[in-house]
């Protein structure tokens, strides 16, 4: 069946340390997308991808880097410059257009101590 | 800007209770709206969508209709059970916008 995978699903890191997400599609999806949600809240977009090797700032880029080399898959590194990085990371992806919605994964809760 | 505005939460009712959350938009194009649910722990998942005006999306018992005279789109369900407990997202997307613009969602709970 086709979907997102988001690994892993819960993952902890030492104040100071970069951590990469993984992201996973095999929909044949142009477009990905990373959001980040805490609790309570909406999800806000930190990045997003509508083709190969190409990619743009989301509303809340600072402190995350990604990477689209390859169409299946959009890494999200959260580096030690992100001031608090503790929430629920989710990824999705789409046709190029998104004009029929997104497919998300089952996210990953990052916590860090 | 585009921008997605809903009932604020949280919503208790009982079971067996009619359901509306309301959802109206601001949008610079023509767009398509969605309803997203997510469940405890999880990502979201798509519920129902409508591309046109005056489309109705359903699904699960659900539904939701385009007015483009009123630009909303509320959620109803007519009779709700404990298992519809979530958080619900509206969302639009506009051609040639490259990203879905969500609300800040509403979370229902459902009493026995």
């Known amino acids: 069946d086709g979907g997102i995978t988001q690994s892993p699903k819960y993952l902890f890191r030492k104040e100071g340390q970069n951590v990469t997400l993984s992201c996973e599609q095999n929909?044949?999806?142009?477009?990905m997308y990373w959001y980040r949600q805490d609790p309570g809240q909406g999800l806000r977009l930190i990045y997003y991808?509508?083709?190969?090797?190409?990619?743009q700032k989301g509303d809340i880029a600072e402190g995350y880097s990604v990477s689209r080399e390859k169409k299946e898959s959009f890494p999200l590194t959260v580096t030690s410059a992100q001031k608090n990085p503790t929430a629920f990371y989710l990824c999705?992806?789409?046709?190029?257009?998104?004009?029929?919605?997104?497919?998300f994964g089952s996210g990953t809760r990052l916590t860090v101590v | 800007g585009d921008s997605v505005t809903q009932m604020e939460g949280p919503v208790t009712l009982s079971e067996e209770a009619f359901l509306t959350i309301n959802c109206t938009y601001t949008?610079?194009?023509?767009?398509?709206l969605f309803w997203y649910v997510q469940y405890p722990g999880e990502g979201l998942q798509l519920l129902l969508k409508?591309?046109?005006?005056?489309d109705k999306g359903s699904n699960k018992g659900f539904e939701a209709t385009y007015r483009k005279e009123t630009t909303s789109f509320h959620l109803e369900k007519g009779s709700v059970q404990v298992s519809d407990s979530a958080v619900y997202f509206c969302?639009?997307?506009?051609?040639?916008?490259?990203?879905?613009?969500f609300g800040q969602g509403t979370r229902l709970t459902i009493n026995p």
């Open positions: 999705a992806s789409s046709d190029r257009v998104g004009h029929y919605g997104y497919t």
């Open positions: 949008a610079t194009g023509y767009p398509s």
């Open positions: 969302a639009l997307s506009v051609a040639g916008a490259q990203k879905l613009v």
């Open positions: 991808s509508q083709i190969v090797n190409d990619f």
């Open positions: 929909l044949n999806h142009d477009a």
């Open positions: 409508a591309t046109k005006a005056d």
